[in-house]
C-alpha cells in the first residue's frame, strides 16, 4: 500500500490535516533548498512529537571515522557526510505562557500546508485551541532565496481568533540559532561542530562555528523583527551554543502580530578564508533593504526563469502534472550548478547517503541538467570527476592497481572513497563505467570536442586502465572474465561475469581507444600527458572483443551473471504484498538466493547501448528481466518506463512512470520520511524526454518519436540543444504502440516544435524536419 494524502494540484504540493504519524513524511516532502543550502520542512516552532531536524550546506562535510564489524584491507578509514548544520529556522511561540506545540495543544481545528512549485515558496496555516483556552490562527510563509543563496525568509504570523474573557493575548517569539546539533547517523556519537562564538548586534544574531577534522567555517545568522501594534519588549538570551531573542507584546483578539526573519549561512567552503561575519553582516543588510516582500517577488521571478526553461506540462492527468514537476523543482532546489557542488541522492532533505556523489550523477542527472540548464553546467559535473582523477588513481592504487588505473568511488565527498561494505566498495565496479559513459553523452549532445581534448581523455585512459586490470583470461571459457563484482543490481553480490558490467567494460575500452585515435594521440600532448601507447591501446581492444558474456540460448537473452537460471525463476507477483519491499521483511541471505532484482541491471546495459541491440532483443530482455524486478532502487523504474516505451508496451510505459514520478510523493518503498530520491528524480525527466518523447541525439542531431499515453490529452517539454531552446508539443489522438502507428502514419500524435532562434533540422519519426524561429 502506498500513501496517498497529497492532493493532487497541477502546481502545489498540498498537505491537509494534522496527522502526527506524517509528520516526519512530510519534512522530507515539503523540503526547501536553493542549490546552496537547504532543509527539511520542520516546523519552526517547537514541536515536541517525532520529528528528524536537518539542515545542510553543500560542501560542507565530515570524515565520520569508519565503523564496520569487521575490517576489511582498502576500506575507507571515514565516511564523510554532509552535516546537520546549526539550525536558523527555530521561532518557539509562547501565547499566554503556553508553547504552541501541535503535539500538546488541546485541539488542532484546521492545518494545511502548501508548497508553491510555481513560486518557490513553502505555506503553512493552521489553528489551534490551547490548555489555556486561547485560539489562534498561524500562517507562515518560507522560503529560501535563489537570488540571495546564503539566506532564506520567514514570515509568521499569529491571530488569536478567542480568548477567555476576549482580554488580549500576551505572545512571546523566541528566535533562535542553535549550534548544538548532532546527527542522527553519527557513527560515534561524536559532536561534529565546535561554536566559537555567539555574538548579537541588535536585532541581529550570529553564530560563528567551524567542523571538527575538515575545519569548515560557518557563521549561521538571523535577523529578526516583529510587528505589533502595541509595544514589544525585547529581550535577548544565549548561552554557549544557542542564541536567541524574546520579543514580548500583547495582541487582541482579531488582531494579527508577526515576525520575520532573515536567515541562513555563509561558509568557508564557499567564501574561502575571509571574514565571515563582515560577510554575513552584508549579506542581511542586503535582504533588509529589499524587505521580505522584495525579498520574495524576486523569489517568484527566480523561479519563472527557471520553469521558463525546465517545465514540463501533462494535460489531463493532473497527478502525472504534479509530479513531474515536483521532481523538476526538487532537482532545481538542490543543484544549480555551484562549483565543487554535486547531486546527492537525497540532495538537502535527508542525512542517508551523507550528501555525497554516487553513479547517480554520470548515468542519471547529467542529461537533464544539460538540456534544461546548458553545457557550463553539465561541464561542471564532469569536472568534479575530472578534478578528483588523482584520488581515483589512488583509490586503485590501494586496492593493488597500478600504472594510472583509476576506480572512482562508489561514494564520495572529495574523490576518496567512503563506502565501506566490501560487495559494494571493491565490487560494484560499474560506476567506472558510467563516468566514462556521461563523457561520451555529454560530447554527442553539446559536440563539445575540447572537452574530451583538454580533459575528458584523461578521465577515459585511467578507467581503461583500470578495467585492463580487472578482467582475466580465462583458459576454460577462453574469453576475459570480470569475477567477484556486484552490478547495478544489488541483490546480487561477488557474482563473476555480471553482463552489464562486462559490457560496459568493453564498452570503455573501445571508446578510450576510438577517443584516442580521433584526437591523433602519438602525436599529440595527449600521449606525453598520460604516456599512452598504440600498443597499450591495442591490448585494450583485444580485451573487448574477447569479453565474455553469460547467454541463455533458451531464453535468447543475456545472462545478469553467470548462473542466474539457477535460481527459482519466480516473478515478483507471487511476493505477498505484505512482504514488499522486500528489503525491509527479508533475510540477506533469503534475498541473494532469490531471482529478484533490486533495480535494472542488464536492462540498465540495453538502455546506454540501444544501438548495439535489435528492438526484438529488447523486447526478449524486457520480457524476461521486468517480472523479476522489484524496483527497490528509486533509480529503477524510470529505466524500465523508457524501454517500455520504446516497445510500444505503453501501459508498463505509464505504471512504471507513475511509480518513478511519484515514489516519494506516494512513498512506494515507504521510507521518504529518510528524506527525498532526488537523483531518481532526473530519471523521471528522462521517462517523459527520452520515454514518452522517445528524444535520442544522433549524428549532431535531436531525434524523436513521441508516443501519448492514453491518460495524457498532451504533453510538452523544452530542451536546450547547442544553444538552441527547441519546445516540443505533442498532443491529440494516441495510437496503439509506436511501431504500429510508423505503418498507419495517421495515428500518430500531432507534434509541434518552436525554436527560439534560428532554425533547427530535428528528426521526426526518422524524417527531417526543418523548424524556424517565430522571429526569423
Ligand atoms: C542503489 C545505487 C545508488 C544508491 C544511491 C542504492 O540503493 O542501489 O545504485 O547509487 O542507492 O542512490
Known sequence: MHQDYILPDPWCIIEEGFDPKRVTRSESIFSLGNGTHGGRATFEELYSGESFQGSYIGGVYYPDKTKVGWWKNGYPEYFAKVLNAPSWIGINVYINGEPLDLNTCATVRYFRRELNMKEGVYRRTFVVVLHNGVEVAVKVTRFLSLSHDDLGAIRYEVTPLIAPKGEAVAIRFEPYLDSGITNHDSNWEEHFWETDETKLTGQRAFITTHTKKTDFKVVTFQRTEVWSGEETIIKPHHTDTYISLNYLTQVSVGDTVYLEKFGGYVSSFKYGDTDLLTIAKERV????????????????????????????????????????????FQLNQTYLGGKGLNIGPKGFTGEKYGGSTYWDTEAYCMPFYTATKNEVVARQLLEYRYNQLPQAIANAEKLGFTGGAALYPMVTMNGEECHNEWEITFE?????????????????????????????????????????????????????????????????????????????????????????????????????????????????LRIAEEMYYPYSEKYGVYLQQEGFLDKELKPTSVIPTEQRPINQHWSWDRILRSPYIKQADTLQGFYFFEDDFSEEALRRHYEFYEPFTVHESSLSPCVHSILAARLGKEDDAYWL?????????????????????ITSMAGTWMSVVEGFGGMRVKDGKLHFAPILPKEWQGYSFKINFRNQILKIEIRGQRSEGREQRSETRGQRPEVSFEVDKGTLEVVLYGEVVKVEAKSN
Not at 517577488?297 to 526563469?305: E, L, T, Y
Not at 558510467?434 to 580533459?455: F, H, N, P, W
Not at 518513478?660 to 530520491?677: C, I, K, P, S
Open 285 to 328: 543588510q542586503a535582504v533588509v533593504n529589499l524587505g521580505f516582500d522584495g525579498l520574495l517577488a524576486q523569489q517568484q521571478h527566480d523561479w519563472a526563469a527557471i520553469w521558463e526553461r525546465a517545465d514540463i506540462t501533462i494535460e489531463g492527468d493532473v497527478k502525472a502534472q504534479q509530479a513531474i514537476r515536483f521532481n523538476i
Open 428 to 540: 560494484e565496479i560499474h560506476r567506472n563505467g558510467a563516468i566514462a559513459y556521461a563523457i561520451d553523452r555529454y560530447v554527442r549532445y553539446t559536440g563539445d570536442r575540447d572537452y574530451l581534448r583538454e580533459k575528458g581523455i584523461d578521465v577515459l585512459v585511467g578507467i581503461a586502465r583500470f578495467w585492463a586490470q580487472r578482467v582475466n583470461f580465462s583458459e576454460e571459457k577462453q574469453r576475459y572474465v570480470i569475477l567477484g563484482v556486484t552490478g547495478p543490481n544489488e541483490y546480487e553480490n561477488n557474482v563473476n561475469n555480471n553482463f552489464y558490467t562486462n559490457y560496459i567494460a568493453a564498452w570503455c575500452l573501445r571508446y578510450a581507444s576510438f577517443e584516442l585515435r580521433a584526437l591523433s594521440f602519438e602525436e599529440s600532448e595527449v600521449r606525453e600527458r598520460l604516456g599512452v601507447t598504440e600498443k597499450e591501446v591495442q591490448g585494450w
Open 657 to 677: 512512470y507513475l511509480r518513478t514520478a511519484r515514489l516519494d510523493l506516494d512513498d512506494y518503498n515507504h521510507e521518504v520520511h529518510e528524506g527525498l530520491h
